[in-house]
């Protein structure tokens, strides 16, 4: 089955203590994306990878980083989280843009973070 | 950027047409706009895709005018079940990479 997963689905942790969330699809994608939604705003874009070891910033890449070495994962990492981090995670993935078409993006079943 | 503006909520009946539209002033040329449907505690989910003039697939149309400063998503004989948030993305050039933008969504009660 066609899917992206994320893990872990929610996670409770403490102010500065580094972690990471996976983000796996097995549709053989280049282009993957993070995403975190918050109430009123939407989703919003993180960071982007147009394919392995090609990343970029989105809209609010502070805070975070991420890593592309292998086509199917694309992990999201907070070295340092902080409350203001506490949001609703999305990973999702779709096929090649190099037409500039906006392809189909996949999207993983979310992971809730809350940073105390 | 390619921003793009979206009513924050309109409420319709059961068996009603929803129209949805979107504004997206600075679309780059090469973009297409895509609407994505998305339901509480769940990652969204594609619905259409179009460039220019019109789309239709078998849950929705979408309306593109010439200069495609706007689209608008089109859900014919809506349900309950159709109750969700809806977003319109567009593709910005602008960094040389694609980056994505969503727009706030528009959330839609379906009422009985």
């Known amino acids: 089955e066609a899917q992206v997963t994320q893990n872990p689905r929610y996670l409770i942790t403490v102010t500065g203590k580094k972690l990471t969330v996976t983000c796996s699809q097995n549709m053989n994608h280049e282009y993957m994306s993070w995403y975190r939604q918050d109430p009123g705003l939407g989703l919003r874009q993180i960071y982007y990878s147009m394919n392995v070891e090609v990343t970029d910033k989105g809209d609010v890449p502070e805070g975070y980083k991420v890593s592309r070495k292998e086509k199917r994962n694309f992990p999201l990492i907070l070295e340092s989280p902080s409350p203001n981090q506490t949001s609703l995670y999305f990973c999702?993935?779709?096929?090649?843009?190099?037409?500039?078409?906006?392809?189909?993006?996949?999207f993983g079943p979310g992971t809730r973070l809350t940073v105390l | 950027l390619a921003k793009t503006t979206q009513p924050i909520s309109m409420d319709s009946y059961e068996g009603q047409e929803v129209n949805i539209t979107c504004s997206h002033n600075?679309?780059?040329?090469?973009?297409?706009i895509t609407w994505y449907q998305q339901f509480p505690s769940q990652g969204p989910r594609f619905i259409i895709q179009g460039y220019k003039t019109k789309v239709t697939n078998e849950v929705a149309s979408l309306f593109i005018p010439a200069d495609r400063k706007s689209s608008t998503l089109s859900l014919p004989r809506v349900s309950l079940s159709d109750t969700a948030v809806y977003y319109c993305l567009v593709g910005d050039m602008s960094g040389g990479y694609n980056k994505l933008i969503f727009g706030a969504g528009t959330r839609l009660a379906v009422h009985p």
């Open positions: 999702a993935s779709s096929s090649s843009r190099d037409s500039g078409i906006t392809d189909t993006q996949y």
């Open positions: 600075n679309i780059a040329t090469n973009d297409y």
